[in-house]
Structures are given as structure tokens and as C-alpha cells.
């Protein structure tokens, strides 16, 4: 099948430009309002071509049916600072009237077997394009920097093995996802000691 891959991609690219924008514009207005941003930083991107054939085929999707059965096309990604804040983007999301969150998946509480975690909602997203406006779906997934930090390294050890890890290789990998994890609670949990500290303090200072 002949496509012009440019063309049907313009509607993805227009999305994750116009969200990029929009929400990383959020982040300087919590930092206006001097309060906690969840947002650390927000990147997003149009699946490669190479990266849709490959999963068209691995996942049995037909070229045909992209733009319904393929959800990540246009991706987003927000980092944030504590595993908490995660819940707070995720209402806010929810209450936005520019996007409708389709459904959600909860790989936070729910790590994936490789050890992979992260809070992905499958949204659906209007863009105007030069007559009409077009409604394409969008994944935006939401996780702390050091899930991050483990996900980014993971993907790109995994080209190497194309997604087939040697065992001892993914135990590995599944311990320093759960060290990960526990490095956000802890970083959450000094957070919450601190808080207490500067509460009790004021306290003392009324
Ligand atoms: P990319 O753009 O290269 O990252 P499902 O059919 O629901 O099991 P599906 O539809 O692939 O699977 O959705 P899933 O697993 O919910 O999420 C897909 C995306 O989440 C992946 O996109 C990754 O970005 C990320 N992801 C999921 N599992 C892992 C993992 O074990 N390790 C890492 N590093 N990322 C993961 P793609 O398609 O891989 O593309």
C-alpha cells in the first residue's frame, strides 16, 4: 500500500506540538503561583515510520487501520517530580475541556512484568487542521524522573534484544526497576518528613 506518510502524520505532529505547548505552559504557572508543580518536564513525538511498520506487524495491526487500533502515534510524555503528583496530572487531565481521556492504564500501581512503570491515558484530541478539524487519539504517559530514568535506559538496551532479554538480563532489570520505585518512595517520604518539620515550625514561630 502506497502511503503519504508525511501527510497522514501531520495531524499527529500538529498534536503533540499544540499539547507540548499547552502543557508545558502549565509549568510556568504553577511556578507563577509559587506552588508545588507536579510538572518537571513534558517531551512528545511522532512515532517513526520504521517504529509503526514494526509494530503494525508485531501486533497484527493493518496499515489500513492506523488511526484507530495504533493509539500512540502521537505521544506525550510529562515527568514529574514525586510518584504523588502523578494522581494530581492525571485529575487534571481529566478535567480539561481540550482533550477527553478514552481510557487509562495504571502501570504505577500495576508495574508491567519487565518491571516498567508509568500512568498511561489513551486521549482523544481535536485539531484543527485547514478545513476541518480532526479528532486523533494520543497517548500521553505520566511518570517520575526516575521511572524515567529506567525506561528511557531499558528501551534503548532493548533494540539490542528486540524485547527478548536473556532472563538473568530482565531480573536485572526488574530489580533496578523496584530500586527505582523505592527511591521515588523515599524521595517522597523525606518530602513528607520535611513538610511535617516546616509545619511544626511555624507552629512554634505563632
Ligand atoms: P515507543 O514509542 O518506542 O516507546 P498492550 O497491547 O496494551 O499490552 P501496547 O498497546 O503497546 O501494549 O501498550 P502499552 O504496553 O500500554 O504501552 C506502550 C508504550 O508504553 C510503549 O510504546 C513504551 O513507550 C511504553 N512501555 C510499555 N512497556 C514498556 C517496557 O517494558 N519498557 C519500556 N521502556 N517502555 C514500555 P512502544 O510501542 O514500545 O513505542
Known amino acids: 500500500m502506497n502511503r503519504d506518510w508525511e501527510l497522514f ?30 510538572i518537571e518536564f513534558v517531551t512528545g513525538r511522532v512515532k517513526p515510520i520504521n517504529s509503526i511498520i514494526m509494530k503494525s ?7 489500513d487501520k492506523l488511526e484507530t487500533d495504533m493509539e500512540d502515534l502521537a505521544g506525550i510524555r510529562i515527568m514529574c ?8 496530572v492525571v485529575s487534571m487531565l481529566k478535567k480539561r475541556n481540550d482533550l477527553t481521556v478514552v481510557y487509562e492504564k495504571d502501570y504505577v500501581t500495576n508495574k508491567k512484568d519487565s518491571g516498567y512503570r508509568s500512568y498511561h491515558l489513551i486521549c482523544e484530541y481535536p485539531v484543527q487542521l485547514i478545513d476541518e ?28 534484544y528486540q524485547g527478548e532479554f536473556p ?10 526497576a523496584e530500586s527505582a520505585f523505592q527511591l521515588d518512595e ?6 513528607e518528613e520535611i513538610k511535617e518539620i516546616q509545619k511544626n515550625f511555624r507552629y512554634s514561630q505563632e
Open 9 to 38: 502524520l501531520l495531524p499527529y505532529k500538529q498534536t503533540v506540538d499544540e499539547l507540548k505547548v499547552k502543557l508545558r505552559g502549565l509549568r510556568g504557572m504553577y511556578q507563577l503561583r509559587k506552588e508545588h508543580g507536579p
Open 57 to 63: 506487524k508485531t501486533r497484527g495491526i493493518s496499515l
Open 81 to 88: 517530580p514525586f510518584v504523588e503528583d502523578i494522581h494530581d
Open 133 to 160: 478539524v480532526k479528532v486523533v487519539l494520543v497517548e500521553i504517559q505520566i511518570r517520575t524522573l526516575a521511572m524515567n530514568f529506567w525506561a528511557s535506559i531499558e528501551h534503548s538496551l532493548n533494540y539490542k
Open 167 to 176: 532472563e538473568e538480563i530482565n531480573n536485572r532489570l526488574q530489580k533496578a
Open 186 to 191: 523515599e524521595m517522597s517520604t523525606i518530602r
